[in-house]
């Protein structure tokens, strides 16, 4: 009887314990996959939007890799982050690039999964999107989607979580 109530004890300590990280928000995207479907391929890389790199100390191209940036200013440039897990989403945050042509970046859609989280409106430096805690998502990819014939490139896209969740959970 003592051994099942001490496995019990220890079990609920372990649940207790999993529920409080899972719980915790914290950056889930950083050093997550990334992809692009149109590539500059001159060290532009989608991945330095999860390096957790945002700052730089220089304005021109060549001294400044630590935005991404599309190959062309095609209709449809997309770049996504796979978070690796089911994870509730809070906030998306996403920095704009600081020395030219912030303007590009307006129209552009950000999903988590299908799910369309906002449209940036207005050129600005950051663009937060916070998630209604009533209202909670649940996502195990982020999209940032620009429809418009314009070049795609940021300096780097936050996602703020919660996780990771199974594919069987019950969401609360």
Not at 5 to 18: L, N
Request: glycine share 6%; net charge negative; with cysteine.
């Amino acid at each position: 009887v003592a051994k099942v109530s001490e496995t019990q004890t220890t079990v609920s300590t372990i649940k207790y314990r999993q529920q409080n990280w899972m719980s915790e928000i914290r950056l889930i995207s950083l050093y997550k996959m990334t992809e692009e479907n149109n590539r500059h391929g001159q060290g532009f890389d989608s991945d330095l939007v999860t390096d957790g790199e945002f700052l730089h100390s220089s304005t021109t191209d060549v001294n400044m890799r630590t935005y991404s940036s599309t190959g062309s200013a095609a209709q449809n440039n997309k770049l996504w982050i796979k978070l690796g897990g089911i994870f509730r989403i809070h906030k998306i945050k996403i920095w704009n690039i600081r020395h030219c042509c912030r303007e590009r970046l307006v129209g552009s859609h950000i999903f988590a999964d299908d799910k369309l989280i906002g449209t940036v409106i207005e050129s600005l430096y950051t663009y937060d999107y916070t998630i209604a805690d009533n209202d909670p998502i649940y996502a195990s990819s982020i999209t940032l989607h620009q429809p418009l014939a314009l070049h795609l490139h940021i300096l780097e896209m936050q996602v703020w979580g919660s996780g990771p969740f199974g594919t069987d959970d019950k969401f609360a």
